[in-house]
């Protein structure tokens, strides 16, 4: 079956960094268009990046110029940089898979950014 499994969360300062990645079996990695979204306490899962299988990118405005997507089809994994981090965005972070009508989630890895 699809997996998806997140990591790299943890605790940080305001201002540091993080690389989440997230790698997917059970699936063609390289033909999916893969995407990075967050979800805070009290609020809607918010999408911060795409990367689709030619690599192209997109990002949501108030991240822009903050994070990087990136994709490793070789690895099966797509990456997230976070830079200059801010106490909004503590959150949990998810993965998602996705190709045409087709779906799929991981189960999120917690980031926090707290002094």
């Known amino acids: 079956q699809v997996q998806l499994v997140e990591s ?3 605790l940080v300062q ?3 960094s993080l690389r989440l990645s997230c790698t997917a079996s059970g699936l063609v ?3 999916y268009t893969m ?4 979800q805070a306490p009290g609020k809607q899962r918010e999408l911060l990046a795409q990367i689709t299988n030619s690599g192209s990118t997109l ?8 994070l990087l997507i990136s994709r490793d089809n070789t690895k099966n994994t797509v990456y997230l940089q976070m830079n ?3 106490f909004e965005d503590t959150a949990v972070y998810y993965c ?4 045409s009508v087709s779906s799929f989630w991981g189960q999120g890895t917690q980031v926090t950014v707290s002094s």
């Open 8 to 10: 790299g969360g943890g």
């Open 14 to 16: 305001p201002g540091g």
């Open 29 to 31: 990695f390289s033909i």
């Open 35 to 38: 995407a990075w979204s967050r």
């Open 59 to 66: 990002y949501a405005d108030s991240v822009k110029g903050r």
């Open 84 to 86: 200059s981090l801010k």
């Open 96 to 99: 998602n898979a996705v190709l």
